[in-house]
C-alpha cells in the first residue's frame, strides 16, 4: 500500500480486466454477428434499414426518446413484456446487428418500442402517438399541427421499421 | 504496512494538522476555490433542472412546459444528470480530492495553474456538452450524451486538473500511508481509464450492436463507484476520525475493504443488463460481482458504523456540521451496498427493471452518499482556505434539513415508487394509463423533494459564496487567519 506502482498496477488490473473480459469478449463473441435465414434458403433477418429510418434515429436519439421509451423484449418469466404485446420472442442479440446506434434503454415511462413497427398499421396513428397527446407538437405545422415536418416524417418511418417479428437462428418462432 | 507505528501515532488516523492555514493549504486555495465555486453553481443549475424534469415526468401531456422543445423531457433529464455529474461531482472532488492528498502528504503544489488551467477547460467544455443538448445534438448513451468532441477535452481537463493527488502521493515525504489516499489514488487513475475506453467504444469506434450497451453499463458502473464512490469513501475514512478525534475502529481491515472494492465494482456493470439481449453469463457475472460488492460495504461499515458506535460518536457526530453530514453519507453508503445486492437477483431485479428504481440506486450514491459527504468536507475546509467563519448560523441548519430530507424523500418516492411501479407493469391486466395513474402520487413526492434539494442547494450557496466574498476582499486577511 505504501508503493505508488502497486497501487496503480493494481488499479489498473481492477479495470482493465473487467473491461477486456466482459466487453473485449463480448465483442469477439457478438462482433461478428450479421443477417441471418431462421432455416437455410430462408430470408435474411433483420432487413437493411431503410435511408429515412436511419435518419429518423437520429431525431430519436436527439430528442432524447430513450430517456421514457426502451427497444428490448425480455424473455418470458421476466416482467410481462410479451404478455403486454411488446414482441411475440425475447429479443437477441442479432436484431441489432445492423443498427449504428442501439438505443436498449433502461426506463420504460412510455411503451417499449422494440416491436413497434408491427403494432402501428397506419401512418395518421404513427404520427398521433409522436405528438403524445400534444406535448410533440412543434415536430407539426400549419394551424391544426396537421403537417408534418421533415423530422416528423423521419421520425415516423423510423418508428415503423422497428420490428423483431421475424424467426432468428438464436430466436425461432412457434409455429 | 508494519511501518505505521514508527511513525509515532496509532493506526486508523489520519495525521494532526495545524488549525491555522498551512502553506500546503495556501498553495492550494486558488485551485480548490475554483473547483469548488464552479461545482455549486453547476449544482444550482443541474437543481433548477431537476426541478423541470420532475414536473415534466409526472405528466407529459398536461405539463407547464407542453409543447416546448428546449425542454422536452429528454434533453432536461440528460442535461441534469450531466450538469450534476460532470459539473458538481466531478468538480467537488477535483477539489476536496486535492485538498486530501495535499494534507496527508504534505504537498506543496507549486504548479497550480495547470490545475486551473484543466479545471478552466472542463467548465468549458461541459458548457458547450449541456448547449450541445439541448440544442438536440445529444448521444443516446446516459452520461455519454455530450456529442464526441467533449470526450478528448474532458479527458484532457481531467488530466491536468485531477492528476495532482497521484502527484501528491508519490511525493510525500513519509512511507505510512492512509486508507483516504489509497482511495483517492484508486479514483484519480481508474476513471480517466474508463473514461478513454468508454469514448472509443461507444463514439468513435463504435463497437457493433449490443456490445456497445455492455461497453456503456461498464463505463457506468465505473464511474459511480470508482470515482464517486471511492472519492467519497476517502472523504469519510479522514474526516470520522479526525473530528471525533479516535482511531477508525477495526482500521486493520480497511486495506481488505480498498482492494476488494475495486476488484469487484468494475465487474457490476452488467447486472443493469438483466433480461437485455446480450448473453446470459455476462449479465451472472454483473449480479455476482454486485453480491461480492458487500465485502468492502461491510468492512466500511465496520469501520465507519464502529467508530461512530464507541464512547458516544453518534451524538457528538449529530453535535458537528461536518459528522452530522458525512455520517448520514456513511450510513446511506451502507444501504447502497445492500440494495444493490440484493436487486441484483434475477426475481426481484425483473420487478424493478425499467422503473425509476436504478434511478434511486444511482441517487443513493450519488446525492444521499457522495453529495453529503462533500457537502460535510465543506463545512470542514472552507473556514480554513477563507480564514473566516459560516456566515449564518440559520443557513446550516436550513441546508441539512432540505437537503437531509430531500435526499430521503427522494430516494423514497424513486425506489419504493419504483418497486410498485414494476410490480403494475408485471401484471399485463393493469394498462399503462392505470400504471401511470397510480404513480402521479410519488410523482408529487419526487417534485416537492426536488424543491427541497434547491432550496437546500440554494442555502449552501449562499453561505459559502458569502464566505469566500469576505475572505478574498482584504486580500491578505485571510492568509494569516
Known sequence: ?175 | MTQENRSGRPQGRPPEGDSRLTRTEAQLRGPFLLFFVSAVIWLLAASVLGVIAALQQGSLAAGPFRGCELLTYGHVAAAQRNLFVYGWGFNAFFALNLWLLSQLGRFELRNGWLATLGGAVWNLALTYGVIQIFAGNQGGFGLLEFPREVGPVLAVAFLLAGFWPIVAFARRPTGHTFASQWFVVGASFAFPLTYLLAQLLVLWQPASGVVQAIAHSWFVSNLLLLWFGASALAAVYYFLPKVLGRTISGYYLAPVGFWTFFLFASWTGPSALIGAPVPLWLQSVGVVAGAMLMVPVIVTAINFHGTLSSESGWSRAWNDTTLRFVSFGAVAFTLFGALNAIFGFRGYNAVVRFTSFASGQEQLLTYAFATMVIFGAAYFVLPRLTGSLWPSAKLVHVHFWAAALGAVATAVALLVGGYENGKQLADASVSLAQVAKAGSAWNMVLTVSAVLLLVGHVAFALNAFGMILKSSAPASAGRHD
Open chain 1, 1 to 175: 500500500m505504501k508503493n505508488l506502482n502497486t497501487l496503480l498496477a493494481g488499479v489498473f488490473l481492477a479495470v482493465a480486466l473487467p473491461f477486456g473480459a466482459l466487453v473485449i469478449s463480448s465483442q469477439v463473441q457478438l462482433g461478428s454477428l450479421g443477417r441471418a435465414p431462421a432455416e437455410e434458403g430462408g430470408p435474411l433477418f433483420p432487413s437493411r434499414e431503410p435511408g429515412l429510418a436511419i435518419q429518423g434515429r437520429a431525431v430519436y436519439v436527439s430528442l432524447g426518446c430513450v430517456s421514457c421509451h426502451t427497444q428490448q423484449v425480455r424473455p418470458a418469466g421476466q416482467g410481462s413484456d410479451i404478455a403486454r404485446g411488446y414482441g411475440v420472442r425475447p429479443s437477441v442479440a442479432r436484431d441489432y446487428s445492423q443498427q449504428k446506434q442501439v438505443l436498449l434503454g433502461d426506463r420504460r415511462l412510455g411503451p417499449d418500442l422494440a416491436n413497434y413497427g408491427v403494432r402501428a398499421k397506419e401512418l395518421a396513428a404513427v404520427h398521433e402517438a409522436i405528438k403524445h397527446q400534444g406535448a410533440f407538437e412543434f415536430l407539426y405545422a400549419g394551424d391544426k399541427k396537421q403537417v408534418a415536418s421533415e423530422r416528423a416524417i423521419a421520425l415516423a418511418a423510423y418508428l415503423q421499421s422497428l420490428r423483431q417479428d421475424y424467426s432468428s437462428p438464436e430466436a425461432k418462432l412457434k409455429q
